[in-house]
């Protein structure tokens, strides 16, 4: 009996598996599924069907990443010296929780020394950075560099150390030949964190090391802004922080200011921002207003 009772099991099993077919693999036997031909990884009911309280399974979308491009523009204005303005380009590419953009503007400057103060800047910025999502905070890491034009040039040394600010203490005479400056290199820290679904409050923390050249050693500087945001709608966000900038020259004055600066979205691809800036120190323009549009996709 020992010997023919393994022959007999395997009869059993052999039976039970010829008698249970299921092609779609769903789990529902053939002769009682309604829908055969459901895909394998969908969930059914016990017809054999796609079950409608369930999600449909869907094939994985390859994710590319985002870009982000946008053009705008600054106007400075300061009642005693210069008025000035520029375009600004701007584009970033981001995977995940990395992303690396760069940006260029293009100047123009009227003030009372010269007829013709126009200027064009040919320096790059290249930064790269990661965003950690934390609980309910976010804080980014970026490390750059401005790439600087490094061709000897003649134009107005009024120009270039004046569109920063008013007030220089060393300024070199008219047409006097600039030399090259070595990149800039930065570091810098972004935080925030969500008071609540509408409002943030944000922190930001930067230092450049200074590129120098073969007639001025500049000053490293940091640079910090704290402030408050809060969403109006789904479609508006709006600021209001403080900023600080330390200047590149020894003795030169460090820049603060009060922005108020506006984000809105028309679509998922489409949005614009608006700042102001009024300063607090002698030596910025006492007025900035800055417009972008933007693209996202």
Known sequence: MKYTSIPLILILLSGMSMAYEDQDIDGVEDSIDECPN????????????????????????????????????????????????SLNLYAN??????????????????????????YSDSDIYVTTGYLFDLSNSQLKLSIGTKIVDDED??????????RRGRRINSVPTENESSSSRDNDYFASLNFSYFLNSKQDIFFYLGHTLSGDSDEMDYEDYSSLSLGTGYSLNSSWYSSLSYN?????YPDGEAQQGITWFNSYSFNKNLFATASYTYALDDSSYDNTLSFALGVRF
């Open 244 to 248: 600080y900038t330390g200047s590149i």
């Open 93 to 118: 590419y981001s995977y995940k929780n990395w992303d690396i953009s760069i940006s260029n503007s293009r100047s123009v400057s009227s003030n009372n020394y010269t007829e013709d103060n126009s």
């Open 38 to 85: 459901t895909p394998f990884d969908a969930l059914v009911d016990k017809r054999g069907c796609l079950n409608t309280n369930e999600p449909k399974a869907t094939t994985p979308k390859s994710y590319i990443g985002h870009f982000t491009f946008k053009v705008g523009t600054d106007i400075s204005s300061d009642e005693t010296y210069e008025t000035d303005s």
């Open 153 to 162: 040039s003649t134009t107005s040394t009024t120009n270039t150390q004046q």
